[in-house]
Nanobody, 122 residues
Framework: VQLQASGGGLVQAGGSLRLSCAAS????????MAWFRQAPGKEREFVAR????????YYGASVSGRFTISRDNVKNTVYLRMNSLMPEDTAVYYC????????????????WGQGTLVTVSS
């Protein structure tokens, strides 16, 4: 599966943004989908993941309650709605896909998008 992330940009603190990740290829609905992010000088970290049907979601501690992951298996797209953005959310956001069981480990994901930059100004 090939992944294309979009929707990043510059936003003020407290604002909102929605990222999209469009998948091409077969059987999108068979994949666990996730978002990770990498801030300058830091390691890539887990943000959120969603299971095949969209019925189960998991979040990193720093975004829980502010971010929402969702998917549309007809449009082959996964979304990340980000509310109450803070400067520390500034990062390149990556979508990722894996088959099998869900994981928070980036090493477990086989397919990666190119990343989209989110900048939150104070």
């Amino acid at each position: 599966v090939q992944l294309q992330a979009s929707g990043g940009g510059l936003v003020q603190a407290g604002g909102s943004l929605r990222l999209s990740c469009a998948a091409s290829g077969r059987a999108f609905s068979n994949y666990i989908m996730a978002w990770f992010r990498q801030a300058p000088g830091k390691e890539r970290e887990f943000v959120a993941r969603i299971n095949w049907s969209g019925g189960a979601t998991y979040y990193g501690a720093s975004v829980s309650g502010r971010f929402t992951i969702s998917r549309d298996n007809v449009k082959n797209t996964v979304y990340l709605r980000m509310n109450s953005l803070m400067p520390e959310d500034t990062a390149v956001y990556y979508c990722a896909a894996k088959s099998g069981y869900g994981s928070r480990s980036l090493a477990a994901y086989d397919h990666w998008g190119q990343g989209t930059l989110v900048t939150v100004s104070s």
